[in-house]
């Protein structure tokens, strides 16, 4: 991912898989699964800038696992790669 750099207050979000079966066993096909509202930031921007022209950092950094919305982002291809782009408050929370 070095050809691509967020800017602002912008995240690039890898999601990660679902599950592939329910806790009964049943698989659950490619069509009926819900996207993962769960994913790991791949980079994110320097930071959006306040009243006074001041860059406020980021909470959030590369590798953090975090949640999201269900609708948050839009979805781009990456070098053949399916990523997230959305603004830092579209991220509900960083999984510890």
Do not use: C, Y
């Amino acid at each position: 991912m070095t050809n691509f750099r967020p800017l602002h207050d912008r995240v690039v979000v890898r999601r990660l898989t679902g599950e592939e079966k329910t806790a009964g066993g049943i698989i659950i096909p490619d069509t009926a699964k819900e996207k993962p509202m769960e994913g790991e930031v791949i980079s994110a921007g320097p930071g959006a800038r306040n009243e006074q022209g001041q860059i406020v950092a980021l909470d959030v950094k590369a590798g953090d696992k975090v949640l999201f919305g269900k609708w948050s982002g839009t979805e781009v291809k990456i070098n053949g790669e399916e990523l997230l782009i959305m603004k830092e408050s579209d991220i509900m929370g960083v999984i510890a």
